[in-house]
């Protein structure tokens, strides 16, 4: 296999794709060149291609009255990815797959089976939202080999190194399903990295050496990226460690399905109501159409970001076309003022509160529809104010949390660096970042300080990039490891008690923070398989237990210190034992070089020298 | 800027490149000829434009050259018409900023904020079309109002109103700073695609 031409970094992103790359110098002492962003060719209208920066994350299952959805490197193709499918998620809702990321990571589907879209005709072949996936992958591969590889193998993508990012808060079955889907696609060099970790990347990258002017040992660095589908958090620590400054990731929050486009859709919708209003009050009636109400949407969006960028503009107008082919007759048109967008957005998704607040959690209902967990609390404050304690002693063995003797409430972050399109408004930024200043008041810790510079778009995208040239060259580098620890479910034995469940105890196969490239045996706790049966464990991640070593059996823990994840399960062939017979493993866990969590099963007697299975995670979803 | 004593004059590379660009989307036959290494006789082949036409001075950006490379793969019959350039404009502004429904529209009966929403459509919706595909700068750098003294006059670059007469240099006062087109990045159509349908019928099911 030849060498790697290029780095490249691929932000694979709930409502967007992206991709930057890199030359990669032939000196390694050389100044790491800047990313640059690919554009990227797609069918923006029907029969219409054009380049842009950005892919929508949106998959479009062509009817037949559209015919063929031809890209230049494909005439027949049966689908759309891209603005174009995006559009058609206007017009035709039913045959569009949106957030397959957040399916992606949706522990009671099976994420391997075709659910997508969900309540999608009958003419319409379903897709798994590993393959969905998949198809985004693939088109930024042939967008690459079309642009930049040109026909030449060793420039295509599948040859170079990829870096491919997910959101920190995507646990061991996630990012496997992502590697998965890169794999069916075509990339055979893969790593991945954590979206804020990205955003850190491309400040750094951006500063050039001087960064150490900003971070310095002892400094807490809080990522917050809002984008259009999700917000993600970590924690950054520099650390000093033998008089080198070190970078570590010490927290992730949890993946909270609340982003930007959300925002919008609240504004449009008290637009519609204030519209609704007026008309009743001068007599008419009025009721938007889905069309509308999407137009009503974007120019929503239009409104928030003029009255949350200049914060002198008073109001912005909003107009909407009708659907007809009659624009001047037909166009609706408001207003949204300050007050509303202050209202809506800032008040509403952004609350000052303290930082004892905690995101309201509403009891599911019985039956839940198949659907996406949203958040069900809006405020993204409260649900940094959460993170920041929950992981209060994340920092308890060094830096300087926890010199004052009483035990933090929370982490002090000292630093913030913003990412994500939502963020771009310097009100938003200047409210995170009061709370947060107010929190570490209570505490009676110094302000935080922002770290500027960064394309709030682009970021994830450039920093994988420069990642991709870090891991190569000298570049500094963030240390993590794995943000959870790991555990199976071992079932006690004792009688069926009706409506109780039997206790179980969590055996820990995998620490948190476990490094990329080692592996752990797991003593203790012999699990047994059936040859030629599929056996189903229970399995568990905590991201806020760090001291538990493997083979640790927890038997109690506090609620909400470890969630159930979707099942795993150990498939044994049969080869060379009889079907049935129960075999005594132990497991093994190891952190591949890619960034993927592997378990395998060890017989204890094995047939055969190195004998091992492998113990597939996010099998199915579990209820 | 007067073009250096070259082949060609500066206007002139633009105005064929321009002209070879749509030659090249559109025509397979002569695009084989220009990328085969042995060429041919591709001047001879130029088509013309009506006079009248503008030539913008434009820079095409890399990739688009590598889309139409790919266009050109695919052949498509010789000799269409060089409007599909037009059309493709059209059909964005129209889809952008439903720029085609709005010229269409009778507006003599509306009352002035009628006219006004929609043009508020029409123009969030171009102007982002506009500025997402053409790059335009100003031809003179200068405020309107300023005054100017131009040593010599680009016929394509400045037009000399009022009092027209005399040799330069001339001074005058800048009413119109002029746009240039810095980069032009198209969309461009796949092969089989009917240029002249600037937006779809719908039909709602």
Known sequence: MSEPRY?????LGTTHCAVAYAPIPADDAATPPAPEMLSIPQLVAQGTIDARELLPSFFYVAHESDGAQALPWDESRTYVVGEHARARGVDAP?????????WLCHPSVDRRSAILPPGAPEDVERISPVEASWRYLEHLIEAWDHVVAKGDPDLALAKQ??????????????????TEAAYAAGLEDLTLLEEPQAAFYAWLAGKGDAWRKDVAAGDVVLVVDVGGGTSDFSVIAAVDKGGELVLERVAVGDHILLGGDNMDMLLAHIVEQKMVAEAEEAGRTLELDRWQRISLQHAARGAKEKLLGDSKAKSAQIAIAGKGSKLVGGTLRTEVTREEVQQAIVDGFFPVVDSAARPAVRARAALTQLGLPYAQD????????????????ALSAGGDAGKKGKAPKMLRPTRILFNGGVMKSALLRERVTGCI??????????????????DLDLAVARGAAAYGLARRGRGVRIRGGTARAYYVGIEGAVPAVPGMEPPVTALCVAPFGMEEGTSADVAGGELGVVVGERVNFRFF??????????????????????EELAPIEVDLPAEGRAKGDVVPVTLRSSVTEVGTLLLEAVPIQPKKKDERWKVELSVRGGD | MVPPVAPLPFFTRLWFAWVVFFKVLFDGVFAAKVSSPQLGEPTGEAPKLAEGDKPAPVVVEKVVEKI??????????????????????LALFQREGRFVDFLEEDVASFSDADIG???????????KALREHVKLEPVRGEEEGAKVTLPEVSPNEVKLTGNVQGKGPHTGVLRHRGWRAVTVQLPSAVAGHDARIVAQAEVEL
């Open chain 1, 541 to 562: 991640g905590s991201s806020v237990r760090r001291k538990d070593a493997v083979g640790a059996a927890i038997e109690r823990w506090k609620k909400d210190e470890i």
């Open chain 2, 117 to 127: 929403a929609a043009a508020r459509v029409v123009h969030g919706g171009c102007r």
């Open chain 2, 68 to 89: 139409v490379e790919k266009v050109i793969e695919a052949p498509r019959p010789a000799g269409p018409p060089p409007t599909d350039a037009a059309l493709q404009l």
């Open chain 1, 7 to 11: 780095v490249v970094g691929i932000d």
């Open chain 1, 161 to 178: 190194s990829v870096v491919l990012t997910v959101p920190a808060s995507f646990d061991a079955s996630a990012r496997e399903l992502t």
């Open chain 1, 94 to 102: 039913a045959r569009v797959i949106a957030s397959a990321k957040s």
């Open chain 1, 437 to 454: 200043d107010a929190w570490l008041g209570e505490e009676g810790a110094g302000e935080a300080r922002v770290l500027e510079g960064a």
């Open chain 1, 378 to 393: 809006p405020a993204v404050t409260k649900h940094l104010a959460a993170l920041l304690a929950r992981h209060a002693d």
